[in-house]
């Protein structure tokens, strides 16, 4: 009897220190899988004919804000993490949230559940290129990874 209370104890103690250990490197390098996107074949990009990661520039603008304000909550390329849901199945073509409602969570914050208002902090400008950032993901049309300007998009600054 007093052994496998021991094993069982051993066992608990085990699995709450990987689960502290998984949660400390999640926490202490957000930006890690980042890091290595795109520099090893098949990590961090899917491999497709065509430019999978080419977007125009309210797409580009909007993963920049986005990876700036939302993705320390909602994860890498809008996955979604364990405080924030995955925004690519919240908006895309099965979720339930419209762009008006985007707009409106992302402006009002959602108390409830820890998210903040963002009016003020980002203009209505940058809350529509998340959407678009966002869309661009849901749909399947854009990989994981860091995107850039497909041929033909220019910047404001026309480079």
């Known amino acids: 009897m007093g ?8 066992g608990a103690h085990r699995r709450a220190f990987w689960g502290a250990a998984c949660a400390a ?10 890091a290595t996107a795109g520099t090893l074949p098949g990590i961090g990009r899917r491999e497709t004919a065509g430019d999978s990661l080419g977007v125009n520039k309210a797409e580009y603008q909007g ?12 994860g890498g390329d809008a996955m ?4 924030a849901p995955n925004l690519r199945r ?5 979720g339930s949230i419209t762009h008006d409602v985007f707009l409106q969570r992302v ?23 998340i ?4 869309r661009a993901r849901s749909g399947g049309r854009l990989a994981p990874g860091r995107p850039h300007l497909a041929s033909g998009a220019k910047t404001d600054s026309g480079s």
Do not use: N
């Not at 490197?25 to 980042?34: D, Q, S, T």
């Open 107 to 129: 402006t009002d914050g959602v108390a409830d559940k820890g998210m903040p208002a963002w009016k003020g902090v980002l203009s209505p400008e940058q809350m529509e290129a």
């Open 3 to 10: 052994r496998p209370r021991i094993e069982r104890r051993h």
């Open 131 to 134: 959407w678009a950032y966002v």
């Open 63 to 74: 993963w920049k804000t986005y990876h700036t304000y939302c993705d320390r909550c909602h």
């Open 25 to 34: 490197a999640i926490f202490a390098a957000p930006g890690l899988h980042r």
């Open 80 to 83: 979604g993490s364990t405080m």
């Open 90 to 94: 919240s908006v895309g073509p099965e």
